[in-house]
């Protein structure tokens, strides 16, 4: 069965810093990996997709993700984070069927400081 | 182009009700998928449904069921309320053909059992 593995609960990073979220995967078939943001009380917004070829996504809001197969993971990364990224992200896995339902990781809720 | 609009956000019922939560998707999306978010679990799939048909279930009981009109909105039904139903409920939308495609959601309706 497919399931997703996000190690970090809760991170902390201070504004200006730079920023890793990790994610681990598991999926028996040529996985769809994706990263949704959650802002409080709101619904999901997808920050990036990988689907096929070039190895490193880049997304919305200067978010960006290298899918590595060898290490089933889907690490998502931000060179300098913004006051307003504090919010809760979720990694998720999904396959190429296109019926197939997304999977998510239990989330990691991101704090930024000043 | 209009997204993903849930009805109500926020619902109050009490244990032994019944609630009915509406979606309607991104215009020319034929896929609605359910998901149900607790703090505890996270987010859990519910069902999807393509072209007025339930395509995927996910493992939650009978008192949890749904349908899709022509027109693609879809509409949840929880019976017999229980306080443990107590969640984000989140609808998601995509095109739903052959092939993944990414899923966009809408801001949720926050039900409270009491």
């Known amino acids: 069965a497919q399931s997703v593995t996000q190690p970090d609960i809760h991170i902390t990073v201070s504004e200006g810093a730079s920023l890793e979220l990790r994610c681990n995967y598991s999926y028996g078939a040529t996985p769809y990996l994706f990263w949704y943001v959650q802002s409080p009380g709101q619904g999901l917004q997808l920050l990036l997709k990988y689907f096929s070829g070039d190895t490193l996504v880049q997304g919305i809001k200067g978010f960006e993700a290298e899918f590595k197969r060898s290490q089933s993971s889907f690490n998502l990364r931000k060179p300098s984070v913004h006051w307003s990224d504090a919010a809760e992200y979720f990694c998720a896995v999904g396959g190429n069927s296109g019926n197939t339902p997304l999977v998510f990781g239990k989330g990691t809720r991101l704090s930024v400081i000043a | 182009k209009a997204g993903v609009t849930q009805t109500p956000r926020y619902l109050i019922k009490t244990r032994g009700q019944q609630v009915t939560l509406s979606c309607s998707p991104i215009s020319g999306h034929r896929s609605v998928s359910w998901y149900q978010q607790t703090p505890g679990q996270g987010l859990q799939f519910l069902f999807e449904y393509f072209s007025e048909t339930q395509r995927n279930k996910g493992n939650f009981p009978g008192r949890f069921s749904g349908r899709q009109f022509s027109n693609s909105r879809s509409e949840m039904n929880v019976s017999t309320l229980e306080l443990g139903d107590s969640a984000l409920y989140l609808c998601?939308?995509?095109?739903?053909?052959?092939?993944?495609?990414?899923?966009?959601f809408g801001q949720g309706t926050r039900l409270t059992v009491v």
């Open positions: 998601a939308s995509s095109l739903g053909d052959r092939g993944v495609t990414e899923a966009f």
